[in-house]
């Protein structure tokens, strides 16, 4: 299993430019999420999903769409990027079913200018 | 709101000496406890969690934590640091069964010689 796996590690943006951060994971999990990571702040979660077709907000959902058409995908959509957004961005999945723990990628280090 | 607090933004050890790092948690009910690591550039990996049970669990790599809920802590502890644990340790804790991970602002580790 390559776990969960995230596209691409580096991306730099100019303002007003959207993209989309790919996230898959090949465990079959149920559950998905993104968080974004900023200096001294720890990870905050932006958008989560139980299931294909169910997503919800987290604590920061402004400025990020994601949509979740199959289980193993679940990719993060900028809009217009503004400089607020340079930060690390990790997708989590879980397995589900009572097991709480989390899996993370790598990471997508994204600097908006 | 659900919050965590990790009191100490930077920490560091002596190799071979102990290592207690701080989790102070606000949550209403019995709370979901994890610990992750992440080492520079890295993502994050999980060295332990809390569900029920035996307050102290055990975690990989030696580390261990103590689920105290009088004190509202779930302190990491290892009993001898070696060089390669130098990274950054976030505490967290699980909201809505696993969908909400409320993370700490983190910990960094440097380990000297």
């Known amino acids: 299993n390559a776990g969960v796996t995230q596209t691409p590690k580096f991306q730099v943006l100019k303002t007003g430019q959207s993209m989309t951060l790919q996230c898959a994971q090949d465990?079959?999990?149920?559950?998905m999420s993104w968080y974004r990571q900023d200096p001294g702040m720890g990870l905050r979660l932006i958008h989560y999903s139980v299931g294909a077709g169910i997503t919800d907000q987290g604590e920061v959902p402004n400025g990020y769409n994601v949509s979740r058409s199959t289980t193993e995908d679940f990719p993060l959509r900028l809009l217009s990027a503004a400089p607020s957004q340079t930060s690390v961005y990790f997708c989590?999945?879980?397995?589900?079913?009572?097991?709480?723990?989390?899996?993370f990628g790598p990471g997508t280090r994204l600097t908006v200018t | 709101a659900q919050s965590v607090t990790q009191p100490d933004i930077h920490i560091t050890v002596s190799e071979g000496a102990s290592l207690e790092l701080r989790c102070n948690y606000s949550y209403g009910a019995t709370p979901y406890l994890f610990w992750y690591v992440q080492s520079p550039g890295q993502g994050l990996q999980l060295l332990l969690k809390y569900f029920s049970g035996d307050t102290l669990v055990q975690g990989i790599k030696g580390f261990e934590a103590e689920f105290k809920r009088s004190q509202s802590s779930f302190n990491l502890r290892k009993p001898s640091v070696h060089w390669s644990d130098a990274a950054e340790y976030f505490c967290?804790?699980?909201?809505?069964?696993?969908?909400?991970?409320?993370f700490g602002a983190g910990t960094i580790l440097r380990v000297k010689s």
């Open positions: 465990m079959n999990h149920e559950y």
């Open positions: 989590a999945s879980r397995p589900g079913q009572g097991r709480n723990e989390q899996y």
């Open positions: 967290a804790v699980d909201q809505e069964y696993g969908n909400k991970l409320v």
